[in-house]
């Protein structure tokens, strides 16, 4: 049977499991006093907190920081529980913004920096936030639809430059927070009272509101970033998912605060350039990315002019990472990748490998404190090694999805959450990724899983990257198209498909090569690297309508 209990959660287990870290802290909790005032009281006031391409912020300064926005918040009236959105690039200002918000028992959302007007006014309008505080560049998009903001009171624009013109019902963040006192007493809240919200992607509709409390930063830094990640206070993270995704907010704040240690912000698209750029000029000893940002990263020329000496450690999430994009990166810098899996509802990443021990191809094992089990379409666990649908349980999932009561029901059920993600577990514990449940393929009787065609493909010496979904041949069955993008170089032609054609035959079994190979020069992917396969499944049935 496919279930992997964490020690003391017995699968029978309908409330908290035995050994929760959220169990070790006291009723009362403020997120912001463990990881801020903790880190004063500790002695780490002068230790550098965050680190710039501008400059460097203190502990202690970050810790004033987020009393002043508190204080400025409470200033105009914000009260416990209230929403504030945090439409911010990566930097000290958007941490200050966090910190301040929750330390006053308000509610901070971060948004994604790259969504349309029309997200931006779902989100404002669903959480019915009372405050926004939001780049001015961002807000000129927003500005023109003010009045649509129903619930909406303040508007607080962060200038970066002192030209960008306000609005008369505008406020300076500037002058904003300097009205603020640095000093200030967290509000009384408990460790099971909201913290923070998430919207999840939405790529299955209107984004989902995650509701996090308190205690959920700290069980993903004591259950995931000290024992797998081995943090220390030396250590320098740098994150290319941004602090508004459930995976870089950990990555670059509250894991390193934790312990002492300090993060990297850029407020710019992690490009590959831009990754080995900071990665030379900041020295991070941790780095966290995307599959698809370190196949973009080895497809570059000449990285031998950066020097990435100072990694200890990379990170992967977001999609499955082949093992042929592990031994390549080990091979190039010397540093293994361990990749791992997490979601916006669990916060952070439950299942990983470990370094020193990494499965390349796999997604490691079950973070201890979490539980997992593969079950069937009707929810009984299957045996080990057939795949099933991910079900996990831990204490750092979200409580509900936000006037969503159905899917929250349907989703969360007692302590398990459905992931909606395909997995088997071999027989030595470790989880291998199949894809998303509407993903999988059933071709002559057999399931087949796109993520292994995928890194068969992406081992070919031509192949950078490649996608595969289901399309109808003219019998009506499904088979696999795969899409490919191509390494500098190398050219398209139809030698070449026959070639990748084979090779996945000789690679994998027969039954599993794509019929057809497409060849384009980028795939569609959400901000967060994963791919968005229902675009490339509307393609693929276009293209098998037109034949």
Aim: proline share 7%; net charge negative.
């Amino acid at each position: 049977m496919s279930m992997s209990p964490a020690p003391g959660f017995s699968p029978e287990t309908t409330g908290n499991p035995v050994g929760n870290p959220a169990l070790a802290l006291p009723e009362s909790y403020n997120v912001t006093t463990a990881f801020l005032d903790g880190a004063l009281a500790k002695g780490w006031g002068e230790r550098i907190a965050i680190r710039t391409s501008g400059g460097q912020w203190t502990y202690q300064k970050l810790a004033e920081g987020a009393n002043r926005v508190g204080n400025a918040l409470l200033a105009l009236g914000m009260e416990m529980e209230q929403r504030v959105v945090l439409l911010l690039y990566d930097s000290p200002e958007f941490a200050c913004s966090f910190f301040g918000a929750m330390k006053i028992g308000a509610v901070p959302i971060p948004l994604n920096t790259q969504l349309r007007p029309d997200d931006y006014l779902y989100v404002l309008n669903d959480s019915r936030a009372r405050a926004v505080i939001v780049d001015a560049d961002l807000w000129q998009q927003l500005a023109p639809r003010r009045r649509e903001m129903q619930f909406l009171r303040q508007v607080i624009v962060l200038r970066r430059n002192d030209a960008t013109p306000l609005g008369s019902a505008e406020i300076d963040y500037a002058s904003f927070v300097a009205a603020g006192r640095p000093e200030l007493t967290a509000a009384p809240t408990l460790r099971d009272d909201a913290a923070f919200w998430l919207y999840s992607s939405g790529s299955t509709g209107f984004p989902k509101g995650c509701v996090h409390l308190q205690h959920d930063m700290h069980c993903c830094t004591e259950l995931y970033a000290k024992p797998i990640l081995q943090l220390r206070p030396d250590d320098i993270t740098f994150s290319a998912a941004k602090l508004f995704f459930a995976y870089g907010l950990g990555n670059g704040l509250y894991f390193p605060l934790s312990v002492g240690a300090s993060a990297v912000h850029f407020p710019g698209r992690v490009t590959p350039e831009a990754a080995f750029t900071v990665i030379s000029e900041q020295r991070p000893t941790i780095f966290f990315g995307v599959p698809t940002l370190y196949a973009a990263m080895l497809a570059m020329p000449d990285t031998s002019r950066f020097d990435t000496s100072s990694l200890r450690l990379c990170v992967s999430a977001g999609e499955s990472l082949p093992a042929d994009l592990f031994h390549r990166w080990r091979d190039r810098f010397g540093v293994e990748i361990l990749d791992g899996i997490g979601s916006t509802e669990v916060l952070h990443i439950f299942i990983s490998n470990v370094a020193g021990q990494v499965v390349p191809g796999s997604t490691g094992r079950l973070v201890p404190g979490y539980q997992a089990k593969i079950v069937d379409e009707s929810g009984q666990p299957v045996p080990q090694g057939e795949i099933g649908n991910l079900m996990i349980a831990g204490d750092s999932t979200c409580s509900q999805y936000w006037n969503k009561h159905e899917r929250t029901k349907a989703t969360i059920q007692g302590p398990w959450i459905q992931t909606g993600d395909k997995y088997y577990q071999d027989a030595s514990g470790n989880y291998w990724y199949c894809g998303r449940s509407d993903d999988m393929l059933k071709v002559s009787g057999q399931w087949v899983s796109p993520v292994e065609v995928e890194a068969a493909l992406s081992s070919h010496p031509s192949v950078l990257e490649a996608a595969v979904v289901g399309r109808e041949d003219k019998d009506k069955l499904i088979k696999p198209q795969a899409y490919v993008v191509l390494k500098a170089g190398n050219q398209p032609s139809d030698a070449l498909a026959d070639e990748l054609k084979q090779y996945v035959k000789m690679t994998l079994t027969p039954v599993k090569y794509p019929r057809w190979i497409v060849f384009v020069d980028e795939l569609p992917k959400t901000a967060t690297g994963k791919m968005q396969r229902y675009i490339l499944r509307q393609q693929a049935a276009e293209q098998g309508n037109s034949e």
